[in-house]
């Protein structure tokens, strides 16, 4: 955060925080210390500097102000671990968000992709209080060329364009994985194959890994709508997205109106069709963050046009399990 003081916290400042945590009270699942377990995914908007003050009046070339700050951490802190994909280089906004959220939070990131347009890092954020890390992480790095074990197993010929970050957690008694990925947007075939991909690594792992259980696949896997081929895609690699997010609209575009599913929850199921983790499954659902403002804070990517997504899942304390 910024050292310059910018003064006490404004009214509309505070009227706003204050209306974010209403409208995330009545949509979203409250957090439960023994009951639930709420994970997030929300891409960012690209800010690559904070302007120390409270409401900018410049916010070109990825500028962003506290107000902006406080309303990302607001909906940050709504969660128990929350995937955020979208962090620029020197990472300003997580930074910032962090020292607000307090003590309490924590956060692993990654180091720079190799792409070279932004400079993106991805991130994952929890509260300590409830989920901790397991001692796993990593990226995604695939076989030189793609291949694996056959000629026909052919799935990329270059890497991902941003290797997916996985880190392991515990919450109370249940350990999960989360799989957090920014697929490319560029063409729809290369969509395809980086889905191709994933859902590959996934099989792997549920075939004879022991430290990656309980896979959820989270972030921005730009599959735009029901049917499409990055969809289809995602459901023939063995992946299924919650009856929550099924169908649903997670962008909007530049005068807010619902544009496309760019974001997603998903995870494998087992013979019996029954999502492939040791908790139970509550619900899910799309945080409509663009109609809370409207253009009202400037335009509609200043907190974000995508809006944050969760799944929630029943989760016990050790000392009930029998």
């Known amino acids: 955060m910024a050292t310059t003081n910018p003064g006490s916290m404004p009214s509309e400042v505070r009227d706003a925080v204050s209306r974010l945590r209403e409208a995330l009270a009545s949509a979203v699942p409250p957090k439960l210390l023994d009951r639930n377990l709420l994970i ?3 891409r960012w908007p690209m800010v690559f500097r904070l302007a120390p003050v409270w409401i900018s009046q410049d916010r070109a070339n990825g500028e962003r102000d506290l107000r ?7 909906v940050v802190r709504h969660f128990d671990v929350i995937a955020i994909q979208g962090v620029m280089a020197n990472a300003p906004t997580v930074l910032a968000v962090m020292d607000l959220l307090g003590p309490d939070w924590a956060f692993l990131m990654t180091g720079l992709s190799r792409e070279t347009t932004y ?4 991130a994952i954020i929890f509260d300590t209080r409830k989920v901790l890390p397991q001692g796993l992480a990593g990226q995604i790095v695939l076989p030189q060329h793609g291949k694996r074990e056959s000629d026909d197993d052919d799935i990329l010929s270059e890497q991902f364009f941003r ?3 996985f880190a392991g957690f515990r919450c109370l008694s249940t350990s999960f994985t989360l799989v957090n990925q920014h697929i490319v947007f560029g063409t ?3 969509r395809v194959r980086e889905i191709q991909a994933l859902g590959r690594w ?3 792992v549920r075939a004879g890994a022991y430290w990656e259980g309980n896979l959820i696949v989270v972030g921005q896997l730009q599959l735009l709508r029901d049917g499409s081929p990055v969809h289809e895609a995602l459901t023939r690699a063995g992946l299924r997205l919650p009856p929550g997010l099924v169908g649903t609209t997670t962008f909007v575009n530049s005068i807010g109106r619902p544009a496309s599913q760019a974001s997603a ?3 494998a199921e087992d013979e019996a069709g029954e999502p492939d983790l040791d908790f139970p499954y509550r619900s899910a659902g799309v945080f ?3 109609s809370v403002f409207g253009d009202s804070l400037g335009d509609y990517d200043y907190i974000s046009v995508h809006l944050p997504i969760w799944a929630e899942f029943s989760v016990v304390p050790p000392h009930r399990i029998a």
Do not use: C, K, Q
């Open 119 to 122: 400079r993106e890092r991805t």
């Open 202 to 204: 996934v099989s792997e």
């Open 288 to 290: 409509d963050l663009a």
């Open 163 to 165: 290797p997916p970050f």
């Open 68 to 74: 902006a700050v406080h309303l990302l951490a607001e």
């Open 188 to 190: 729809e075939p290369e």
């Open 265 to 267: 929850i998903a995870w």
């Open 40 to 42: 997030g995914s929300w």
